[in-house]
């Protein structure tokens, strides 16, 4: 392990000042109290004097002195020296005589209460950063960490290589810690972990490489090959490891690295790295292998069931010629039967006359085809799928154990049934099966005209209820992690005692969930009665008006804009500089380094300087869609660099982190300040087709036609930059993921408030944005038709009370209080991913006394939302003004993602999502340049003398791209392709 892990460049980093300052930082740490003056040495020397406070304030600052003091940004230094009234020219005098420097610094650590490190102090410090360890193996964090513990407890940082020689003993030491937890599984399991590394002729793979590749379809094929890497796993005795004692940040480090790399790495590194990070790497692909199996069959069931649906209206087409031609047979016999002429002696003999015997039992056997049940459900087309099923249900249901959260479960009884009847090879489902899950849907098909229960429609029934169930969390599976127990993603009532006091005051709920309660029902009486004066006094606009004791709110009109907004937006269209997309990736990296924390998975080491083509080509390949292949030929690049860029430096940590820094960079620049404060957001989807086998891919004929396709969601704040992004299916509701980034948001972005379309609305939305000290905000189609409640018993409002005819039930809800902060803390605190617990809440087929809260809440805040929204026209143009820039975003996306016309061909979710965020990290790099040569433009045509004000600025977008080209540059040798005297040579497959 090197000792010295930071670059050139980042040992000078840390050993100098920054090379640029906020504003805020230099106002907090480089304004001089009359304190700090009166420590000045009394003395005639001004580069003295100057060098004495610049030291004062760079360890007040950095927590050490910087190598270089010269290295201070010229704008502080003359900051500093306007204070003590100083000239800067002699200032490279300081330090000249190292006797007055060290003088300097024993009373400034005096001053300021900092202490030179000890022995002692050290050794503390090495302990912190070995339990630091065991959380992170990242060294450059690991430093990071380190500095800020000498700064936050006022001890003087030692020089870099003493730090450095720190961390790489505290890594060692963790690692041999970890090494000696896992020892007993790597003993008992040391050769099936070698297993792992073996290439495979008869697969043609190692099952490192076969475990890391999820299935891209689901078929009884994909799921039967599934269930195999299940059972591989269970017998190498992964499902009884324990890894509760390694920290799930360093887990997830392991993992990756081992998933990453090749059988061939490796088996080279040594067995305290390897082992550890194999077996991090199994118990992970375990979990993994088990929520992959549920969707797997989750979207089998789903998709045989809308294919029933379909089946069944087909069958309606094709027996609808039949149907007619038996209704006018049988309209012959009743014509008979109606005959008063004919007898009932004659009856028989004359309907024969007419229509013969073989034709009228032939008429009965085809209606008892063409019949339907009264509630005529499909169910039967849905069974006909139940021999495709069997392919793999039996091994499904024999390989997985499942729980259920209640003992006495019926279905799970019936799971564990079919499961017996399939080990033992019966047919005949027992009279005492349980039975009580069976709807009343399914009634008439399980049960046969002699009471006896079909077999098939039993088993269907059962499986399509399982998948109902585990998608609620009434039935779940250990090692999972979005079907494991419900109780297991909200904060352990052990733990929520000892943390409900800090998620309070996160929460910003100091006084309880009860005063924030009140406030909430205060705001909504004083809302209507403000609402219903506005009415009686005929002080509404005429886009809101009551029409027949119903709402109508009327489209709001289009925002004009000035011609002097239009005419400055197309000046400056006219002043942008043209430019090619690489070129400006790289103009911006200059500016923000953004690619420093796109670090290799393995080392830690950002991209060195020479190979940073390969990243930004590998970032490209992904944004624009064009593949490793195609960039390569069109950057003249390896291809193989290419890709191994791809596999070793893009994943969700590293392309997050550069995001952030994006974001950061553009939230400082002056123009951003004009279009919004970075409180507002928003966010929405955008839909792509995917041409290949994707299990993430859904069929959506309204965007996709008779193929299949995805969705890219993203987060928009009101300064254009996008600070999240997800890959969900094309058909799963906006709102399942809209709190996602916002939980995750570590951008200088500050979100207060949010809005989406009607898609990411639902009342649980409006509960938990409230619980968690935020507003929603959504632009709700037909706002007029939503109900609105009211707390009081008594509906004395004169105008709006006929909208009032609901009411807010405060008993249900404060009841459960404990339990609603219960569930905001454990979104706060991480505990959760918001999607997943949303998801759960909306798919419990049983109300219980939690959710019936949250709804309840959430109904309270919604008409909140509504009776400030329809009042406030300015709100809701702020609200669709925002929304406009998210449709502006996603044309600028669309732009850049134009090879193979759009069309996703990564099959892997990881690769997808990775491609969302280069999509993502590219469409802010385009933001951030535009609006720093916009504001170059706005200062230029201002010193022509162009009248510019702020509202024109306000109404300038970044989202343009009309000078930007995306195609890249071609060379045209015409003298090397005439001097050629053959053909080319073929290429090797």
Known sequence: MPVQFLTKEERQRWDNFPGEISNQDADIYFTLSQTDKEQIPQTSQEHNRLGFVLQLCALRYLGFYPTNLASVPDGILRMLAAQIQSDIESFDLYGQRLQTVNDHRRQIEAYLGFFRPT?????????????????????????????????????????????????????????????????????????????VLIYDKAQGKTMLNWLSKGAVSSSPKAILETLKKLNILKQGGVTNWNLQQINPNLRKFLAQLAGRSTNQALLRTSEDRRYPALIAFLHRALEQINDELIDLFDRYLSTKYSRSKNQLDEFRKTVARATNEKVLFFQKIATILLDPAV????????????????????????????????????????????????????????????????????????????????????????????????????????????????????????????????????????????????????IPPTRWAGLRQDVFRMLRMEGGFEKRFFQRTNELNALLAQTDKAFLENKVDGQLRMEKDKLVVAR?????????????????????????????LIEVDSWTEFTRPIEHAGNSSPCPQEDLPYLYAALLSHACNFGPTRMAQAAKLSRQKITWYTNWYLREETLRAAIIRLVNFHYQQPLTNYWGGGTLSSSDGQRFPVPVKSRVATALPKYFGYGRGLTFYSW?????????????????RDATYVLDAILDNETDLTILEHTTDTSGYTELIFALFDLLGMQFSPRLRDIGSHTLYRIDADNHYAIIGPLLQARIRENVILKQADQLLRVAGSLKLGWVTASLLINKFQSHRRQGALLKALQEYGRLNKTIFILRYILDETYQRRIGKQLNKGEALHDLRAFLMFAREGQIRLRQLEDQENQASCLTL?????????????????????????????????????????HINKYGNYEFNIEEMHSQSKLRPLRQP
Not at 458 to 486: F, H
Not at 941 to 954: F, H, N
Request: contains cysteine.
């Open 119 to 195: 022995i002692l102090t050290l050794d503390k410090l090495g302990k912190w950063l070995f339990e630091r360890a065991l959380e992170h193996d990242k060294p450059t964090l690991l430093f990071q960490l380190a500095c800020e513990k000498l700064h936050q407890e006022k001890v003087a940082r030692p020089g870099i290589s003493v730090i450095e020689r720190m961390v790489a003993t505290a890594r060692r030491e963790a690692r041999e810690r970890i090494y000696e937890t896992l020892q007993p599984i790597i003993e008992e399991h040391k050769a099936f972990l070698d297993q």
């Open 343 to 490: 007898t009932d002696e004659d009856l028989r003999s004359m309907v024969y006359t007419r229509i013969s015997e073989d034709n009228l039992r032939r008429a009965v056997v085809e209606c008892d085809r063409l019949m339907r049940p009264q509630d005529d459900n499909f169910l039967d087309f849905f069974t006909g799928s139940y021999s495709d099923a069997r392919k793999f249900i039996p091994n499904f249901l024999t390989t997985i154990a499942f729980h259920a959260t209640n003992k006495d479960d019926s279905l799970l009884q019936a799971v564990n049934l079919i499961r017996k009847l399939s080990i033992e090879g019966k047919r005949k489902v027992p009279e005492d099966a349980p039975t009580e899950f069976v709807s009343p849907k399914w009634q008439p098909y399980v049960w046969e005209k002699d009471g006896q229960i079909n077999r098939r429609y039993y088993e269907m029934c059962v499986l399509w209820e399982l998948k109902n169930a585990l998608r609620a969390g009434d039935i779940w599976l250990e090692n999972s992690c979005r079907y494991a127990a419900p109780e297991s993603y909200l």
């Open 556 to 584: 709001l009109r289009a925002e004009e804009l000035s011609e002097s907004s239009r005419r400055l937006s197309a000046l400056i269209n006219e002043r942008l500089p043209l430019v090619d997309l690489p070129d400006l």
């Open 716 to 732: 928009t704040s009101d300064q254009f930059s996008q600070y999240g992004s997800r890959v969900i299916p094309a058909t799963m």
């Open 922 to 962: 590219i469409t802010n790099a385009v933001i951030a340049w535009n609006t720093v040569y916009m504001g170059e433009v706005v200062e230029k045509l201002k010193s022509e003398g162009v009248e510019i004000t702020d509202q024109d600025i306000a109404h300038l977008s970044p989202c343009r791209y009309e």
